[in-house]
């Protein structure tokens, strides 16, 4: 895995060792600022191919320079809930877990996690489809096995 950070944070040893044990030959992992007039807290995309890597293998990874922390992010979970509208329509939503992050090289991983989960859906021939609800529980799940958070916050 090459890591390509671009970023004050000190991350690259803490990105290898929450990914250590899994595939990761030809990962090139891109770690950015925001635009400086972006409204996002950050952004991370997974590329299956990209004009510079047609072979796709590439995570991009940006956080806000303005962000204040700790910093409250969300993550879908499998279990929804029922709840009429105004017109007493049955609208189905899903539970978010809150989970707080302390400075920006934990917002950095857990963006990164979410995304390598991504990643090994594309090595194991998966679609890239609907994959949202199992990425956000991969990354929670590393978090808590990694001790950066102690736990998630109950589902909302």
Do not use: W
Request: hydrophobic share 35%; glycine share 6%; charged share 25%.
């Amino acid at each position: 895995m090459v890591i390509n950070n671009l970023t004050s944070h000190k991350v690259n040893e803490l990105l290898r060792s929450a990914v250590d044990g899994y595939p990761v030959e030809g990962l090139v992992v891109e770690v950015k600022y925001c635009p400086r007039n972006s409204r996002r807290f950050a952004s991370g995309t997974y590329y299956r191919v990209s004009n510079r890597r047609p072979d796709g293998k590439l995570i991009r990874v940006r956080v806000n320079r303005a962000n204040k922390y700790p910093l409250n992010i969300y993550f879908k979970t499998s279990q929804y809930y029922r709840r009429k509208n105004s017109r007493g329509e049955e609208l189905i939503y899903q539970k978010l877990v809150s989970v707080s992050v302390r400075c920006p090289e934990e917002l950095i991983l857990a963006i990164f996690l979410h995304e390598f989960s991504h990643y090994l859906d594309h090595l194991a021939g998966r679609n890239g489809r609907y994959k949202q609800t199992k990425a956000d529980k991969f990354a929670l799940n590393k978090l808590i096995e990694m001790g950066i958070i102690n736990h998630a916050s109950a589902p909302r």
